[in-house]
Each structure stands twice: as structure tokens, then as C-alpha cells.
């Protein structure tokens, strides 16, 4: 893991920066999956068959960004695979732009990026996925006991503050555009307005219908937490047995 993440730092150095951070989770809801199950089945009965749709939708995914230039031409790309807890696969990846297409400025970056609800009439499928997949929580006065919560509060950050524009942190993040626009829709049993929206990209999601975070690393400072994040290896723990 630590020569697989100095290979990444010095594809960094190459090529100057970390453009887009993207995380995609398997969505045991797609209908390649559901058409394949018996009466009473459930995804997580057939781990091989998700497995195996997760990896058409991952060559999907980097035939689109890396040949299709859907963020624009990209000069380099490298992602992980890894199963979470309750069985889904998931992928982390970066991705290198050629250099006019390198997300320097909050406008370029909400020509990518969004973190807001999409029109419910106008954007109807996108709406559903987003609803779907991309609400974070709810969670802190919402809901005490949600997974992300630690010493009271969310280790996520959520709610986001309002955001009038995207702007730039001392971290080397955007604060993406999250307007109070003053519309809130029902998840759940709450109504949850664009504080609460994870940042995604309109195209790869209303396409892949599934989890998928895109951030943006703007600076240098961005590219140690990226890289590691991407090479951290699996949970481990130490166990001793014995017997009396």
C-alpha cells in the first residue's frame, strides 16, 4: 500500500494536481441486478451477480471519463475497489485533466460539480436519483443515532452551511454552491432542503443511477488525503485466543 501511494504522489508530481475525487457505490437497485433474481430473492443473496454488474458499470464509468472526455480530456486516472461492511462494492477514484480542462476557478467547478436539488419536473429522472442515492443522512438534531454521528455531531459536516457561491477553503476543497433557495423535499420522514445534498456530477449520475460523490482538490494541500484515503488498505484488527 505505501509503494502503491508513492506511485500516485508521483503521478501527481507529473501531472501537477488531483483534478476530481469520485467515489461510486454499487446500487443493489439496478434492474440488471433485480431482473435477475428468483421470486423472494434479494441482491445480497447473490453477492457474485453484484460483483459482476459493479464491474460493467466501472468500465462503464472510466470508458466515459477517460474516452469520452466527460469531464474533459483525461491524461491519467488510477481507482481501488473495495466491499463495504454490509457487502456492496465500491470504487475510489482520481482523475488527471489536461491542462485546459483543470477545475482552477468556482465557476469551472460548478460546471461539474453540483450540490443541490435538481428540478423536479424539468430533471425527473436525475430528481429520483438524487433523492435516492445522493441525501446525506439525516442526521445530527435529526437523528442522534446515524452512523456518522460522534461526540454529537457529524463527522461528515452535514448540514452544510448555505453557500451564494462556490468558494475555496484553506484545505484546498470547494464549498460548494448550495443555494437557500428555499426548497426542501420529503426524505424520509423529514424535509430536507440543499444543505444536505452530496456533491455529484448531473451526467454520471442520471447514467449510472447510484452513489457517486465527486469532489474536487483545487490545490496541493488536497493531494496527501486523496491519495492516502484511496491506498488505506482494509480494517485490521488483533485478536488472541486462548484456551483454559
Not at 452551511?161 to 423529514?190: C, I, W
Request: aromatic share 14%.
Amino acid at each position: 500500500m505505501y509503494q502503491c501511494y508513492q506511485d500516485r504522489l508521483a503521478l501527481a508530481q507529473h501531472f501537477q494536481k488531483v483534478d476530481i475525487f469520485m467515489t461510486i457505490t454499487c446500487n443493489p437497485s439496478w434492474p440488471e441486478i433485480q431482473w435477475e433474481l428468483l421470486p423472494g430473492q434479494k441482491a445480497s443473496d447473490h453477492p457474485d451477480l453484484v460483483a459482476h454488474m459493479f464491474h460493467m458499470k466501472k468500465e462503464a464509468i472510466i470508458n466515459y471519463t477517460s474516452k469520452h472526455g466527460v469531464f474533459g480530456r483525461t491524461v491519467a486516472y488510477i481507482y481501488t475497489i473495495e466491499f463495504q461492511k454490509w457487502r456492496l462494492p465500491h470504487m475510489h477514484m482520481l482523475i488527471f485533466l489536461n491542462h485546459p480542462y483543470k477545475l482552477l476557478t468556482p465557476a469551472e467547478v460548478d460546471s461539474v460539480i453540483w450540490a443541490q436539488w435538481p428540478d423536479p419536473d424539468m430533471q425527473s429522472l436525475l430528481f429520483a436519483t438524487v433523492k435516492a442515492c445522493m441525501v446525506h443522512g439525516p442526521c445530527g438534531a435529526l437523528n442522534l443515532n446515524a452512523p456518522c454521528m460522534e461526540n454529537g455531531k457529524c463527522t461528515k459536516g452535514y448540514p452544510k452551511p448555505f453557500q451564494a457561491q462556490t468558494n475555496m477553503d484553506k484545505e484546498g476543497y470547494p464549498l460548494y454552491f448550495h443555494p437557500d433557495d428555499h426548497r426542501s423535499f420529503k426524505v424520509g420522514h423529514h424535509d430536507l432542503d440543499n444543505r444536505w445534498i452530496v456533491p455529484y456530477n448531473p451526467f454520471m449520475s442520471v447514467t449510472f443511477n447510484c452513489h457517486i460523490n465527486i469532489k474536487c482538490g483545487v490545490t496541493f494541500s488536497s493531494l496527501k488525503y486523496v491519495n492516502k484515503y484511496i491506498c488505506k488498505g482494509q480494517h485490521w484488527t488483533t485478536l488472541e485466543v486462548s484456551s483454559r
